[in-house]
């Protein structure tokens, strides 16, 4: 899966994601890319077909309400950074035994939320 880490996030998560060689995950810092914009930040992600990964919940929902199709947001609770890796395997875990061979096309025009406790929830979006 394809994910940006939203600047909010430790980009350590982005080193968590990329370790196994399965996910391809970039943070701003990567790119020397700190302090854009949202609506930059989700422009790009969608023109990199990148789901976005945020604590950021109210502007990314926004955003991604106003056009017809996007990869999908997945909005994190704010917690320390080793706690935010265990959550994005939990979502990734959950999404692969759901979706098979493509488990990212489950989200695509959703947002998927997990809560501290590692509970799920996705929704349509918009």
């Known amino acids: 899966?394809?994910?940006?880490?939203?600047?909010?996030i430790s980009p350590s998560l982005s080193l968590h994601l990329n370790q196994a060689g399965l996910h391809d995950a970039i943070h701003p810092r990567?790119?020397?890319r700190l302090r854009e914009a949202d609506h930059v930040i989700f422009a790009r992600a969608l023109a990199e077909d990148r789901i976005i990964v945020t604590?950021?919940?109210?502007d990314f929902r926004s955003l991604a309400a106003g056009v017809d199709l996007h990869p999908g947001l997945i909005i994190?609770?704010?917690?320390?950074?080793?706690?935010?890796?265990a959550l994005m395997d939990i979502v990734?875990?959950?999404l692969t035994q759901l979706g098979g061979e493509r488990p990212q096309d489950l989200i695509v025009n959703s947002v998927l939320t997990v809560a501290a406790t590692g509970d799920i929830r996705i929704e349509p979006l918009p």
């Open 30 to 32: 990567d790119r020397g």
């Open 92 to 94: 990734i875990a959950h």
């Open 1 to 8: 899966m394809r994910f940006f880490i939203d600047e909010c």
């Open 76 to 85: 994190l609770p704010s917690v320390a950074r080793l706690k935010a890796q």
């Open 55 to 58: 604590e950021n919940a109210d």
